[in-house]
């Protein structure tokens, strides 16, 4: 089993060794996932420009398919802030297990709710996140028929509230994700 975990936006800073990106991968291998992050065209050594998340979908495709030419076809798509809506636009693609999202910008870009119902498996947020916000989120979740964890006190960023945003990751990761492992 993989996972392939997004980044936040690139012309906000993000990139594969954001620290929340960082904290996802370490709690999914610490489950016996194997993780991939990457960056995003045009970020860092990464060639190519930014593409307002259409040509990063195929970024993440890219992604997915090393992931299988390695000898991975069960994959947990993955993604942080701007990569959770990257993300999301992909999941119609087979064989991707239910996604984890962790602070989808749901108050600054359209998700589609018809294509993640079904193929969403967790939502994480902090309670104080401007960009996620708690009833907009629940609310959310609830129309996917997905879990959904808050955590009170964290903010977009999570700091300080890190080991409790892998709690949640390694929870998933055990509970949901155990049986195809």
């Known amino acids: 089993m993989g996972a392939v975990v997004a980044h936040p936006h690139p ?40 593409d307002d998340g259409r040509g990063e979908q195929d970024d993440i495709r890219a992604a997915l398919s090393f992931m ?3 000898g991975i076809r069960e994959i947990l798509p993955a993604g942080y802030s701007f990569g959770a809506w990257v993300t999301a636009a992909i999941l119609k693609r087979a064989r991707l297990l239910p996604a984890l999202f962790v602070s989808p910008p749901l108050a600054l870009f359209p998700f589609d709710v018809e294509s993640m119902r079904g193929r969403t498996g967790l939502i994480v ?7 996620c916000p708690v009833e907009v989120v629940k609310n959310f979740a609830a129309r996917l028929t997905c879990g959904v964890e808050i955590i009170p006190g964290a903010d977009h960023f999570f700091q300080a509230r890190e080991d409790q945003l892998a709690a949640c990751i390694t929870d998933f990761a055990r509970r949901v994700l155990k049986p195809q492992m």
Do not use: W
């Open 11 to 50: 012309l906000l800073g993000g990139d594969m060794g954001n620290a929340i990106v960082a904290e996802m991968t370490k709690a999914l291998f610490g489950c016996g996932i194997s993780t991939l992050r990457f960056n995003f065209r045009g970020v860092g050594e990464s060639t190519g420009i930014f």
């Open 68 to 70: 299988e030419e390695q």
């Open 125 to 131: 947020c902090g309670g104080l996140d401007p960009y």
